[in-house]
């Protein structure tokens, strides 16, 4: 099908519409910005500055991507963008602000469901197949692995660092990062045990759920510092893509690890 735009649609001169697409009444498209082909804005999103939707993305009404940071140390005139990727949902009330500093990025990836409330901060970098439950909170600059699932009423904090295949239990409060493989819960979040149901149906073998398992009993329930514990994954699996992964994480964790 032809793309279609509504008579009650303000798309400014200067956006670009892909073929396929559809843009419902009271939607407002920037002069500079990007619809991927064949995705679909149902009525009242707002797509402002400098943003990128992909292809075959879905976007529920009242949605507003690209909007100006929250952050106040945003200056007038910084030119800021914003990118989804290829087939993303994004719900109802769903937020997602442009960066803060000049030329700086807010990125989401492909195949993400961003669902009604959820919130996706300044500079935030999310990643591929990444689930933001009802009315979750990223804070500015927070790194989110691919197939990550963040859950309802949850909050992270500025800065943290959520690792791939993690979950965060609803209503948790996240002010420490949290390792790939894992899931966390509580308020403040802590990381619980591993992730095993989700990282089965991302097609890890049970060896490399096996190894996520022992790197985290070494970490967590052996009293050691994190460095000694670092050091005996490393010993125990040097060969394994899995523990590499967690110890580099923890090596580069910017916030500290929510170990208890």
């Known amino acids: 099908m032809a793309t279609y735009i509504d008579k009650l649609a303000v798309v400014k001169e200067g956006a670009?519409?892909?073929?396929?697409?559809?843009?419902?009444?009271?939607?407002t498209i920037s002069e500079t910005a990007v619809i991927g082909d064949r995705t679909?804005?149902?009525s009242h999103v707002v797509v402002d500055g400098n943003t990128t939707i992909g292809s075959d993305c879905k976007v529920f009404p009242f949605a507003s991507i690209g909007t100006q940071s929250q952050d106040?140390?945003?200056?007038?005139g910084n030119q800021c963008f914003t990118t989804v990727g290829n087939n993303t949902i994004i719900r109802e009330y769903v937020t997602i602000h442009a960066g803060t500093d000049d030329g700086t990025y807010t990125k989401v990836g492909n195949n993400c469901a961003l669902l009604a409330l959820s919130h996706v901060g300044h500079n935030c970098e999310v990643g591929n197949d990444v689930v933001l439950s009802h009315n979750a909170t990223l804070g500015g600059h927070v790194l989110v692995g691919d197939h990550a699932n963040i859950g309802g009423l949850s909050a992270v904090h500025q800065f943290v660092h959520?690792?791939?295949?993690?979950?965060?239990?609803?209503?948790?409060?996240?002010?420490q990062d949290?390792?790939?493989?894992?899931?966390a819960e509580g308020a403040p979040a802590s990381m619980r045990i591993v992730n095993k149901v989700g990282m089965e149906r991302c097609s890890y073998s049970k060896e490399e759920t096996s190894v996520a398992s022992s790197c985290y009993k070494i970490l967590f329930m052996r009293n050691l510092k994190l460095e000694e514990a670092l050091e005996e994954i490393n010993?125990?699996?040097?060969?394994?893509?899995?523990?590499?992964?967690?110890?580099t994480f923890a090596t580069e964790a910017t916030r500290g690890l929510a170990r208890k």
Do not use: H
């Open 40 to 42: 679909t804005l149902q």
């Open 72 to 76: 106040l140390k945003w200056v007038e």
């Open 16 to 27: 670009s519409i892909g073929e396929d697409c559809y843009i419902g009444p009271f939607c």
């Open 235 to 247: 010993n125990k699996y040097p060969d394994s893509g899995v523990a590499k992964e967690v110890v």
């Open 162 to 175: 959520i690792g791939r295949n993690a979950m965060v239990a609803g209503m948790a409060r996240v002010i």
């Open 178 to 183: 949290i390792l790939p493989f894992t899931i």
